[in-house]
């Protein structure tokens, strides 16, 4: 929840996201880490504190074959290399199911998480939609990226 709460405080505000619950997001997990096609992936600190996680599966879009649906890390381990290292797994992850091209969508006002993608080498593809989170118009950008057999870990 932390993860979700710091990276998106400046887009919703922290009251609406400290209305969402632990209690409320279970059932989501339950759900994600019972799926046989979803992979969930946690980083962990030298102390074996989980400080991010992510989650792949195949693309809910059509014109793609894979997808990373999330990836977060606290803020206190942003710049620890934690995101590089969940993206790679995930990457990975992605291409060991045979995935060849996957997919991501960002909230188009989360510049961070865009220069974070870009300089792992996801390219804008066009990909745009507009959607509502926490009663917040929001405009999500989709990322794409070629999965080789050389990418990832």
Known sequence: MRTWQDAYEHVFGAER?????????????RQILQDPEQT???????????VGWC????????DAE???WGIYVLVDAWG????????????????????RE???WVLEDNPRA???????????????????????QVTEVRYRKAVSDTDGV
């Open 114 to 136: 865009r220069r974070f993608y870009e300089r792992e080498g996801w390219a804008l593809d066009g990909g745009r939609k507009e959607d509502e989170f926490l009663g917040v």
């Open 66 to 68: 894979g997808e990373l």
């Open 17 to 29: 996201l400290a209305a969402v619950t632990v209690e409320q997001r279970l059932p989501m997990w």
């Open 102 to 104: 996957v997919i991501l």
């Open 40 to 50: 969930a992936l946690v980083a962990e600190d030298d102390a074996g504190r989980i």
């Open 80 to 99: 620890s290399g934690a995101g590089t290292a969940l993206m790679a797994a995930g990457v990975a992850a992605l291409r060991e199911s045979g995935y």
């Open 55 to 62: 989650t792949v599966a195949p693309s809910r879009d059509e």
